[in-house]
T-cell receptor, first 116, second 111 residues
Framework: AQTVTQSQPEMSVQEAETVTLSCTYDTSESDYYLFWYKQPPSRQMILVIRQEAYKQQNATENRFSVNFQKAAKSFSLKISDSQLGDAAMYFCAYKSGGGGADGLTFGKGTHLIIQP | AAGVIQSPRHLIKEKRETATLKCYPIPRHDTVYWYQQGPGQDPQFLISFYEKMQSDKGSIPDRFSAQQFSDYHSELNMSSLELGDSALYFC??????????FGPGTRLLVL
């Protein structure tokens, strides 16, 4: 079974600075997808970014980018120019590839605090 | 853009009662997933459906059942409710089985 580990229960960053959230995973599969979801106090789960394992290029979405190291099974999220609205719980998630409707396996989450 | 709709948004039940949660996926999405998130926990996958057939099964208790209907909406039926079933229940939908888009969740409180 796949596992996802987020070793930082909580991170704090000053507004406008850059922060990196860590995620590692364990799998024997070669085809899979990795995601970062954001859960603000409203508890809505919001997709931040997606990475396909077969793509070497790191995904980027505006101020959000990932550092995907397949051999090291590492998938970190970098948030640039942090804003107050970025304050939330961030979950790293894994999904098997192969075309099935497999469920996501989540890490325990990192609580991100933005200091004004 | 249209999002996943879940109803009800809040539900209070007594122990041993039953509950039915409904999920309406994003239009044209044919795959539905159910997750349970306890307080301070990460979401746990329960079950998924693709084209009205059960596709994958996670840690869903035997007291729970679910189905997907011809219009692709899905219902999660929960019987003999226990205090530990109090949680936020998410439905998510996808079109390409790669990316799942989550609904706002149903907060279930069992007293």
């Amino acid at each position: 079974a796949q596992t996802v580990t987020q070793s930082q229960p909580e991170m704090s960053v000053q507004e406008a600075e850059t922060v990196t959230l860590s995620c590692t995973y364990d799998t024997s599969e070669s085809d899979y997808y990795l995601f970062w979801y954001k859960q603000p106090p409203s508890r809505q789960m919001i997709l931040v970014i997606r990475q396909e394992a077969y793509k070497q290029q790191n995904a980027t979405e505006n101020r959000f980018s990932v550092n995907f190291q397949k051999a090291a099974k590492s998938f970190s999220l970098k948030i640039s120019d942090s804003q107050l609205g970025d304050a939330a719980m961030y979950f790293c998630a894994y999904k098997s590839g192969g075309g099935g409707a497999d469920g996501l396996t989540f890490g325990k989450g990192t609580h991100l605090i933005i200091q004004p | 853009a249209a999002g996943v709709i879940q109803s009800p948004r809040h539900l209070i039940k007594e122990k041993r009662e039953t509950a039915t949660l409904k999920c309406y996926p994003i239009p044209r999405h044919d795959t539905v997933y159910w997750y349970q998130q306890g307080p301070g926990q990460d979401p746990q996958f329960l079950i998924s459906f693709y084209e009205k057939m059960q596709s994958d099964k996670g840690s869903i208790p035997d007291r729970f059942s679910a189905q997907q209907f011809s219009d692709y909406h899905s219902e999660l039926n929960m019987s003999s409710l226990e205090l530990g079933d109090s949680a936020l229940y998410f439905c998510a939908s996808s079109l390409d089985e790669k990316t799942q888009y989550f609904g706002p969740g149903t907060r279930l409180l069992v007293l």
